[in-house]
Each structure stands twice: as structure tokens, then as C-alpha cells.
């Protein structure tokens, strides 16, 4: 039964464009390539899925990369693991790495890889299938308070064979994201009191659009805009709050039937005004993100958060919760939990872990 449902939502995914023709209700933006817009670590999934404006980590090069240029440690590197759709398939995950290395005063250098797996069980398909991004990141500080950055990306997805058209190929494209982060201390008092506020914004995956041969034809990939802002707060040495917001929107049309017909530029353009219903469905399509967490010590964090998409689009929503350690001021475990509001949601019971490391001055 887990094999058959999920083929059946692979099948939906690979044949997007067609099939949102047939369905009733508005129209959802389609991308054939979603795993670059799952959050991939267990700190800002935790959190509601926010990570546009919160504290600079290892995982910022997928988040915000231009957080990098803030970062206190010279060096810090992670790795995430996430089973994916648990209660469908134990043969689906997500994987993600990152390090940064800061190469000078308000400057830092990354590389990131984004990894979907399919093990290949879930239709008999001796094949192992997976899509990957493969990313490079610099990020500049370009005032006291301000920083952007800017990652490249070599996308390589073939997942969309699966076995079921022989005439489906690997399709691969580049892309970019550019980011912005703005960081202001209002209060920075030597007995440990202190108060930060952040903004950050982003616009990812803006490149040429995805090909798996005239069997399939071309889809756009999850070009996304996302804007963040954030308050930290610490009344003392010993306790940190973080409350962070984000709000977010895929700027490809929201109807993918002419995919063919306009190139990805054209896309993102009229992604901003083609909802048949106007403002209110546009503003149906962006999805509302809120986290916080709480800090020990800088030793100790627990974490909470809400993620919310329209009823009437995704209907994506979720509470969150996680916690982490630091162990010895340079390595972390981090772990989150989602739970979803939505009844029968195939997100049910998904896991993420994180692991880190952090050296140089703090």
C-alpha cells in the first residue's frame, strides 16, 4: 500500500503541468525539482522552518548565505540527514553538507551539497535515482552592519526517470542565489545583556529551467523570494532568546501549463500577477514562517515553531519543535520534530539531524 501511494504521488509530481489541468480549485505553482526548497537542518526546521534572518550558522549557505560574512567562528562546517515522507516509503531521504571558511575581516567562502535519494525499492527499480545541487558560496561584509552574498549552483536531477519513461534523460542547469542580511546591536553590555535585531532577504534559484528530453519537455525550478527579520535577546549571561519570522513565494506561474511557451525570466515576471483570482490568490501563494528558541549557556537551545501555507494552495501546516547542544563551545547535535495540523499528512513524524562543528575565535 506505501509503495503504491507513493508511486502514485511520484507520478502526480513528474506529470505536474498535465494534471493541475484536470484538477478542480485553484491553481498551485508546479516545480518538477521541489527537494531545493526542503529545509534541510535540524536547527531552522525546528524553528518553523525560518532561517532567513536568524543567528549566522554553518547551515546559512542554504537559509541566507550572506549571514556568512557575520559569523563569529573562523571555520564551521555541518551535516544533516532527513528520512523523507516516513509514513509513505523508509526509502526516500535528504541529505545536506556545508562548510565556511571566513578569509578576512567581514569575508567568507563556502560549499554546500544538496542531495535527494531514492533507493530504487519502491517500484523494483534496480536503479538508484537522486537529484543533487552542488553549490559555491561568497559573501562579503559591505558595511558595519550589512553583508549580501551570492552562491552558484549546478543543479543535476534524475529523479524523473524512475523507470517509467524510457525516454526521460537527466536534465542538469545552473543557478544562483543572491542574499542580503542586515544586522544591528542596540544593546552590547560587557555583563552579558543584549539586544539584536535582523533582517534578511533572498531571492534563490534563479536560473534556466529543468529538461528531461520531448517526452517530458521543460519545468521551472523553485525560484524562490523570501524575506526574514528577527530579535535576539539576552538578559544575561546565561539565557539567550531568538524569535525569528519569515514569509516566502515561488515565482514561477502559478499555472505551469505554457511552461514551453515562455522562458524562466518571463515565468518569474508573471508569477507576480497571473493567480486567476487576483491580489487575494496571489497573496494565497506566500507561506508565513515562525520560530524561536531559547539558549542555556550557549551550551543548551530548545525550539518551536509554526509553518503555514493556504487551504486553498498547498495547505501545508505544521507545528515544529527541536532542541541542541554544544558540547565544549565547538560541536553540536541538533534535532527536530514536525507535527502536522492537517490530518493524514505524509509529513507526519519527520526527523531531521544535524551534526557541527565550529573552531576559530568566538
Not at 507520478?11 to 494534471?19: E, R, T
Request: aromatic share 12%; charged share 15%.
Amino acid at each position: 500500500m506505501k509503495n503504491s501511494l507513493l508511486s502514485t504521488c511520484l507520478v502526480f509530481s513528474l506529470s505536474g503541468a498535465n494534471l493541475l489541468a484536470q484538477t478542480s480549485g485553484p491553481a498551485v505553482p508546479f516545480t518538477p525539482i521541489p527537494f531545493l526548497t526542503f529545509s534541510p537542518d535540524a536547527r531552522s526546521s525546528a524553528m518553523g522552518e525560518t532561517g532567513v534572518a536568524s543567528s549566522p550558522d554553518a547551515n546559512a549557505t542554504f537559509w541566507n548565505a550572506s549571514k556568512l560574512a557575520f559569523a563569529e567562528r573562523d571555520f564551521g562546517a555541518s551535516i544533516s540527514y532527513t528520512p523523507w515522507i516516513p509514513k509513505l516509503t523508509d526509502d526516500l531521504w535528504l541529505g545536506y553538507a556545508s562548510v565556511y571558511k571566513k578569509i578576512g575581516k567581514g569575508q567568507a567562502v563556502a560549499g554546500s551539497v544538496n542531495y535527494f535519494k531514492d533507493g530504487g525499492r519502491y517500484l523494483n527499480d534496480p536503479k538508484h535515482r537522486y537529484d543533487i545541487s552542488i553549490n559555491a558560496t561568497y559573501s562579503r561584509q559591505l558595511g558595519r552592519n550589512f553583508s549580501m552574498g551570492l552562491t552558484m549552483k549546478y543543479i543535476s536531477s534524475n529523479l524523473a526517470g524512475l523507470g517509467l519513461v524510457s525516454a526521460v534523460k537527466t536534465s542538469n542547469v545552473v543557478a544562483a542565489d543572491i542574499s542580503a542580511f542586515y544586522r544591528k546591536q542596540i544593546v552590547n553590555d560587557p555583563n552579558g545583556k543584549n539586544l539584536t535585531y535582523t533582517f534578511g532577504a533572498v531571492l534563490s534559484n534563479l536560473g534556466g529551467k529543468v529538461s528531461y528530453g520531448p517526452a517530458y519537455g521543460s519545468g521551472y525550478i523553485p525560484t524562490t523570494f523570501k524575506l526574514g527579520g528577527g530579535v535576539s535577546i539576552s538578559p544575561s549571561t546565561l539565557h539567550r532568546f531568538n524569535f525569528v519570522v519569515d514569509a516566502s513565494k515561488l515565482l514561477i506561474p502559478t499555472n505551469s501549463l505554457n511552461v514551453n511557451n515562455q522562458s524562466a525570466f518571463q515565468g518569474l515576471i508573471k508569477s507576480f500577477s497571473d493567480a486567476p483570482g487576483g491580489l487575494k490568490e496571489e497573496l494565497e501563494e506566500v507561506a508565513l514562517s515562525f520560530g524561536g528558541e531559547y539558549w542555556y549557556k550557549s551550551a543548551f537551545a530548545l525550539r518551536a515553531g509554526y509553518h503555514n501555507e493556504s487551504k486553498n494552495k498547498t495547505n501545508l501546516k505544521y507545528a515544529t519543535v527541536g532542541a541542541g547542544l554544544l558540547i565544549l563551545k565547538n560541536y553540536g547535535a541538533d534535532f527536530s520534530y514536525l507535527i502536522p495540523v492537517v490530518k493524514n499528512s505524509p509529513y507526519s513524524e519527520t526527523m531531521r539531524f544535524t551534526v557541527s562543528a565550529y573552531l576559530g575565535k568566538i
